[in-house]
């Protein structure tokens, strides 16, 4: 029986051997896809957080511009009530 059987768990042993180099295989190439993904999203969120910020900083000189505007017309309209009244 053991003639039988020892060829036969050697052959398992290899196709095991042989499955596991395949295994080790896909798993490298799976973390090599994994790391470029990754890399791609960190170029996005790089991007997005550049955008972000160019977003902010225009939404601030808006409003810097908006607080300028209110403030020269509050000064217009305040030389125009000081100004002394002609003709009566």
Do not use: C, H, W, Y
């Amino acid at each position: 029986m053991q003639d039988f059987v020892a060829p036969e768990v050697r052959q398992l042993k290899a196709d095991l051997g042989g499955l596991g180099a395949k295994v080790e295989a896909m798993n490298s190439k799976f973390e090599s896809k994994f790391d470029a993904l990754r890399a791609e999203f960190d170029a996005l969120r790089s991007e997005v957080r550049a955008n972000q910020q160019a977003l902010m900083a225009a939404l601030q000189n808006a409003v810097l511009r908006g607080e300028i505007r209110t403030q020269r017309e509050i000064s217009e309209l305040r030389e125009r009530v000081t100004r002394p009244m002609r003709g009566l």
